[in-house]
Nanobody
Framework: QVQVVESGGGLVQAGGSLRLSCTYS????????MGWFRQIPGEGREGFAC???????YYIDSVRDRFTISMDNATNTLYLQMNSLKPEDTAVYYC??????????????WGQGTQVTVSS
């Protein structure tokens, strides 16, 4: 039984911070990549941060200086620290896992999503 569950979303003012968590079970992180995706209203789902089991980290430019992805292997928890939030960050946020491949593989395990809303 594979489970991926996000939490920590909510409503925050522009410039504020949120920390998202993603707990996973049913598989070993070794050999997998884990990433954060978001679905912005009116747009497709995009990946914006990813960490590999051997600690390579990737960000897209729009979040690079504001978001931090990290992994706590002891608790099987993926984190996303989001600072300096902007209204355009409003989206449903998902975590997902893929077979290891420099974050370029197909992400087959997905959480249910958590809503992040950033007000002006």
């Amino acid at each position: 039984q594979v489970q991926v569950v996000e939490s920590g979303g909510g409503l925050v003012q522009a410039g504020g911070s949120l920390r998202l968590s993603c707990t996973y079970s049913g598989f070993s992180f070794e050999g997998y990549d884990m990433g954060w995706f978001r679905q912005i209203p009116g747009e497709g789902r995009e990946g914006f941060a990813c960490i590999t089991w051997d600690d390579d980290i990737y960000y897209i430019d729009s979040v690079r200086d504001r978001f931090t992805i990290s992994m706590d292997n002891a608790t099987n928890t993926l984190y996303l620290q989001m600072n300096s939030l902007k209204p355009e960050d409003t989206a449903v946020y998902y975590c997902a896992a893929a077979s290891s491949g420099d974050c370029e593989g197909d992400f087959g395990y997905w959480g249910q999503g958590t809503q992040v809303t950033v007000s002006s």
